[in-house]
Nanobody, 122 residues
Framework: QVQLLESGGGLVRPGESLTLACVASGPAARSMAWFRQAPGKEREGVACSDSLDRPQYSDSVKGRFTISRDRNRNLLFLQMNSLKPEDTAMYYC??????????????????WGQGTQVTVSS
């Protein structure tokens, strides 16, 4: 089982930037993803990176967020630019050990972090 720990969340104003990080320990994950969940809403996929580090993004963050991996240090990042109030949510890191491809579907991932809160407000 992969252990995941997110960091980097916080309170920012609209238009500002944040970078989230997720450190993984245990078996190497082939695909990883970021999800978010706002109060009263379902968990939604934000971005994922497959075994060849090919990224996918949800339409709501495309062009503003960038997912990246540092495999040497077992880190996953989410660079978030031009943040909007609707980006406010708990952000979770997820990992899948055997998967070659990545999907922004929560049920695809067996390993989850505890989450880091991102609040965008003026």
């Amino acid at each position: 089982q992969v252990q995941l720990l997110e960091s980097g969340g916080g309170l920012v104003r609209p238009g500002e930037s944040l970078t989230l990080a997720c450190v993984a320990s245990g078996p190497a994950a082939r695909s990883m993803a970021w999800f978010r969940q706002a109060p009263g809403k379902e968990r939604e996929g934000v971005a994922c990176s497959d075994s060849l580090d090919r990224p996918q993004y949800s339409d709501s963050v495309k062009g503003r967020f960038t997912i990246s991996r540092d495999r040497n240090r077992n880190l996953l990042f989410l660079q978030m630019n031009s943040l909007k109030p609707e980006d406010t949510a708990m952000y979770y890191c997820a990992a899948d050990v055997p998967g070659i491809f990545c999907y922004m579907i929560p049920g695809y991932y067996a390993n989850w972090g505890q989450g880091t809160q991102v609040t965008v407000s003026s």
